[in-house]
């Protein structure tokens, strides 16, 4: 469990770095873009601040037919262009442009290639009868390419950023979840000791039972006190049974011994060793036809999963209700559903059901009988089974506790 939570707070930290460096490098390329973008056009500014004094009147037009003839290199390439009023193109210096009177980021066809320019243009202040406009238009080919460079960089490095910021985050969690695996442990220790512990007083209770028994036939006295007595030393020997199971299941130091075993060793058992508390219940209790499959696991904790499974649907079935049992055989799983007409479970409650001593309703689960425990040792096993558990449940209809587990040798029996 300590491994899964290490490894989910480490995916928690890529994941939070990766959100963190995508809405940061989105920052940092929409910043880097506005900023060559304004650069482009204070360039184009500066450009038609430089040009517009040498445009003249010819023929009653402006032209910079004068300019171009004596104009040297410009400082960067770019469109020139003359409009009339009515946004007709007179004259055109410099690369190809698109002809269109238009002011911010532009795009288009020429010659068959695709461009990207900067365009701004100014309304001319001329003594002439047909006035028109001075347009700049610059490629902006070099800022698409730095930035493309800029993404291409951030891309490149998000592999070996987040094989560094996994590592780190493994080493940081792993530092976290410490002080927990300590607390897991003491926990264990304390399952394992109280576990062990309750069987003294529990074989002194039961020894001082019997004496007590004798004595009070022997005056004609009344043992009634005695079965509740005796209910109750039962109740903690289950506790304290549970308990030691719980904490070998847990326990890395204890290996369970695992074989092939087939379907039918596991739930004919079960299934017979709840027959007589169904038939005191009236339950109809059936199964389907088990599938010839074998499970690589161990005997003693599948039929103690599965008898767990099937007690305690039988527990929280009315009389005269049902209990049914069904195997499906898929490639490489079995799957173990156990469908009951019982008082079901509320939805809020079934994500909890499975917690150590957790109870739906108090006051009716402890007139059922158990440790509280039963449904947290089914869990156990079947997570130390390599399988898992989903529960389907409808309040007042009943529920379906559906188990999954490998046919191959694909367990690990370490706790």
């Not at 055109?92 to 695709?114: C, D, F, Q, W």
């Not at 308990?243 to 847990?250: C, G, K, N, T, Y």
């Not at 089914?378 to 898992?388: D, F, M, R």
């Amino acid at each position: 469990m300590l491994k899964s939570l290490r490894r989910k707070l480490t995916l928690w930290f890529i994941g939070l770095f990766l959100v963190i460096y995508g809405c940061g490098g989105a920052t940092a390329i929409f910043v880097f873009e506005s900023g060559l973008s304004a650069a482009i056009d204070d360039e184009v500014e500066a450009l038609a601040e430089e040009i517009m004094p040498s445009i003249r009147v010819i023929n009653e037009r402006p032209s910079l037919k004068l300019w171009a003839a004596h104009a040297g290199h410009l400082k960067m390439p770019a469109s020139i262009q003359l409009f009339d009023a009515e946004g007709n193109l007179y004259e055109a210096y410099g690369p190809p442009g698109v002809p269109r009177l238009t002011e911010g980021p532009l795009s288009g066809m020429i010659n068959g290639k695709s461009l990207s320019l900067r365009s701004n243009y100014e309304r001319l202040d001329l003594p002439s009868k047909y006035p028109g406009y001075l347009q700049i238009q610059i490629s902006t080919g070099h800022r698409d390419s730095a930035i493309n460079q800029l993404i291409f960089t951030m891309l490149v490095l998000v592999p070996f950023l987040v094989i560094a910021v996994g590592l780190t985050g493994y080493i940081f969690a792993g530092q976290a979840v410490a002080p927990v695996a300590k607390s897991m442990d003491i926990l264990k220790r304390f399952v394992a000791d109280a576990g062990h512990e309750f069987n003294t007083p529990v074989a002194v209770i039961e020894a001082s039972i019997q004496t007590l028994e004798e004595s009070l036939k022997e005056h004609n006295l009344p043992t009634d006190i005695l079965e509740i007595i005796a209910r109750a030393s039962t109740g903690m020997k289950e506790l304290a049974a549970d308990l030691i199971l719980l904490a070998s299941i847990d326990s890395p130091q204890v290996e369970l011994p695992k074989d092939t075993l087939t379907l039918d060793e596991i739930i004919q058992p079960s299934f017979e060793a709840m027959t007589e508390l169904a038939k005191n219940k009236s339950i109809s209790l059936t199964h389907s036809q088990i599938p010839e499959a074998t499970i690589f696991g161990n005997e003693h904790a599948l039929k103690i999963m599965l008898s767990n499974i099937l007690s305690n649907a039988l527990k929280y079935t009315d009389n005269n209700g049902s209990v049914h049992l069904s195997v499906d055989k898929n490639e490489n799983s079995i799957s173990i559903s156990v469908k009951d007409s019982g008082i079901g479970i509320p939805k809020e409650h079934i994500e909890n059901i499975f917690d150590r001593f957790y109870r739906v309703e108090k006051s009716r689960s402890r007139s059922a009988g158990g440790s509280g425990l039963g449904l947290s040792i089914v869990k156990a096993i079947i997570e130390v089974h390599n399988g898992n558990i989903k529960v389907e449940s409808t309040p007042g209809k009943g529920s379906v506790f559906i188990i999954t587990l490998p046919t191959s040798g694909r367990s690990s029996f370490t706790g």
